[in-house]
T-cell receptor, first 113, second 110 residues
Framework: DSGVTQTPKHLITATGQRVTLRCSPR?????VYWYQQSLDQGLQFLIQ???????AKGNILERFSAQQFPDLHSELNLSSLELGDSALYFC????????????FGPGTRLTVL | SQQGEEDPQALSIQEGENATMNCSYK?????LQWYRQNSGRGLVHLIL?????REKHSGRLRVTLDTSKKSSSLLITASRAADTASYFC??????????FGGGTRLMVKP
């Protein structure tokens, strides 16, 4: 158990809908990262927050947004969902803002029908 | 885009044998990390090797790093069925993004 929690574990929704994925980092970790894992794209970095501020941005679509709250939990919002958004979404956390090991949550499996 | 690329893409061995996976990357790095992922589960950090280190051990794992060739290898000795998983190398790019290779799928047959 990494200490990172994600909810929900599974999510099934329809095209055009909006969903929110939630992540709680390990106790004391200030950085939260979001990743998308799909069969065709592999594991892709989406975005990082450090202590409430956006720190790095990767291949995140404009339909997706994230935020980190004062209690350090983070939410990833996915809107106008398309079939191709079906994937595993992972959250990870780390103590530092750059360079170290990351601790991954169990993931949320999103299925868009 | 992927910074690291693992080789082979898939590996099947018998329990007790050693498994070697290779990773190549493109740009200069401060460190290189290896992660394991059991099917559909979250990634587990295995080991981090810094750019000024050439070899590092952790239990049955041995990692080497050759910065002149921009490559790393992960050796799992005396493999067990429980080692069946996908293994990824990962490095940070200039934008502080941890980028992963495509992974090596390891199957250890009992």
């Amino acid at each position: 158990d990494s200490g990172v929690t994600q909810t929900p574990k599974h999510l099934i929704t329809a095209t055009g809908q909006r969903v929110t994925l939630r992540c709680s980092p390990r106790s004391g970790d200030l950085s939260v990262y979001w990743y998308q894992q799909s069969l065709d794209q592999g594991l892709q970095f989406l975005i990082q927050y450090y202590n409430g501020e956006e720190r790095a941005k990767g291949n995140i679509l404009e339909r997706f947004s994230a935020q980190q709250f004062p209690d350090l939990h983070s939410e990833l919002n996915l809107s106008s969902l398309e079939l191709g958004d079906s994937a595993l979404y992972f959250c990870a956390s780390s103590a530092s803002w750059a360079g170290g090991e990351q601790f991954f949550g169990p993931g949320t499996r999103l299925t868009v029908l | 885009s992927q910074q690291g690329e693992e080789d082979p893409q898939a590996l099947s061995i018998q329990e007790g044998e050693n498994a070697t996976m290779n990773c190549s990357y493109k740009t200069s790095i401060n460190n290189l990390q290896w992660y394991r992922q059991n099917s559909g589960r979250g990634l587990v950090h295995l080991i981090l090797i810094r750019s000024n280190e050439r070899e590092k051990h952790s239990g049955r794992l041995r990692v080497t790093l050759d910065t002149s060739k921009k490559s790393s290898s992960l050796l799992i000795t005396a493999s067990r069925a429980a080692d069946t998983a996908s293994y990824f190398c990962a490095t940070y790019n200039a934008g502080n993004m941890l980028t992963f290779g495509g992974g090596t799928r390891l199957m250890v047959k009992p």
